[in-house]
């Protein structure tokens, strides 16, 4: 696992990490390829994920991958993806309602142009801390208002991680606005 922020570190210590973050922290730091060329690594989450109507759409980095992202840590954590992955907003159907968000929970957000999509990691008293893609174009952790939440959704566990609670942290002061 690549080294995390300071204010992320408690990650380290949590035993058992919910899988879909465990698997979403492996992918920290994967960047989108500036200018005409692809990372390779996100166009084979593509072909990994073996949809056809996702490989119709998803055919450069520069398209909205936060969907994709998604897609791909539930995939390695034995979750189905919901219908129609790439538009951020239908994770709003995956799992079950979440009510309170905790740890590792699918949390959907409205955005200017759209939607976004990521995992919970925290929170303060304005913000969701979240882990997710094309957040500044890579995998990293963001603050994002809490007024901008659409949905709280969370794997169906046939048993719950203890660690699957809410976390209080800090804030940064900074909140994304925007984030493709």
């Known amino acids: 696992m690549p080294q995390l922020p300071q204010l992320y570190r408690f990650l380290e210590r949590l035993d058992p990490l919910p899988r ?3 698997e979403a922290l492996k992918l920290l730091d994967t960047r989108e390829q500036p200018g005409p060329g692809n990372n390779p690594v996100i166009m084979q989450w593509v072909r990994e994920l073996a949809d056809p109507a996702v490989a119709s ?5 520069a398209v909205p ?3 994709l ?12 993806p919901v219908s129609g992955p790439l538009w951020a907003l239908n994770w709003g159907k995956f799992g079950v309602e979440a009510g309170q968000p905790m740890l590792g929970d699918v949390l ?3 955005r200017p142009e759209g939607g976004h999509v990521a995992l919970y990691v925290g929170e303060s008293a304005r913000s969701y801390h979240v882990l997710g893609g094309n ?3 890579r995998v990293c952790f963001t603050e994002i208002a809490k007024t901008r939440l659409r949905a709280a959704r969370r794997p169906a566990y046939a048993n719950r991680p203890a660690t699957v609670k809410p976390y209080i942290l ?3 002061g900074s909140l994304s606005v925007n984030e493709a």
């Open 20 to 22: 879909m973050l465990r």
């Open 57 to 61: 759409v998803y055919t450069a980095d």
């Open 65 to 67: 991958w936060c969907g």
């Open 69 to 80: 992202f998604m897609a791909i840590v539930a995939k390695r954590a034995a979750r189905q």
């Open 108 to 110: 959907t957000f409205v």
């Open 135 to 137: 957040q500044s174009d």
């Open 170 to 172: 800090g804030s940064s």
